[in-house]
């Protein structure tokens, strides 16, 4: 069965340059409530631990690097067909092939340092939601 939630993270890339207020705006007015959302930073360990389905990949260990150099802001949304609608709104992995007016294409500055996650299954929305936040902090 559908969820209708998917999972997020603005990355530090778009954190350090200022972009969180304008990136949730595009969020919110694209329809999404906002569940659970705070400010954290990852560990390389652990960002290896959520990208461990990328570990035999060549830029594994350069992510991991990237993924840990500073503050992001994980979020679970909320929205009818979130996972589908998100993966839109967010564009491809490539910010030189992410559609005009999507957050990748505005924001990203390079495939590495694309600004935002977004979940590529339910199932998967579901696991990384868990990784971040307890049941208690969302609402
Ligand atoms: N990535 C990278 N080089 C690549 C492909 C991906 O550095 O050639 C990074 C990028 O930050 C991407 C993440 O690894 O968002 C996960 O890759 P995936 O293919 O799952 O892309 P996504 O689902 O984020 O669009
Ligand atoms: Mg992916």
Excluded at 105 to 130: Q, R, T, V, Y
Aim: aromatic share 10%; net charge neutral; charged share 25%.
């Amino acid at each position: 069965m559908a969820t209708n939630r998917t999972f997020t993270m603005i990355k530090p890339d778009a954190v350090s340059a200022g972009n969180t207020g304008a990136i949730t705006k595009m969020i919110e007015e694209a329809g999404f409530r906002i569940v659970a959302v705070k400010k954290t930073q990852l560990t390389p360990e652990r960002a290896g631990q959520f990208y461990a389905i990328h570990k035999e990949r060549p830029f594994f260990k350069d992510l991991c690097s990237y993924m840990s150099s500073g503050a992001i802001v994980p979020m679970i949304l909320e929205k009818e067909n979130a996972v589908e609608d998100f993966r839109k709104l967010i564009g491809a992995t490539d910010p030189q092939k992410a559609a005009p007016g999507t957050i990748r294409n505005l924001f990203a500055k390079s495939i590495e340092a694309n600004a935002i996650h977004g979940s590529d299954s339910d199932e998967n929305a579901e696991i990384e939601g868990s990784f971040f936040f307890a049941k208690t902090e969302c609402f």
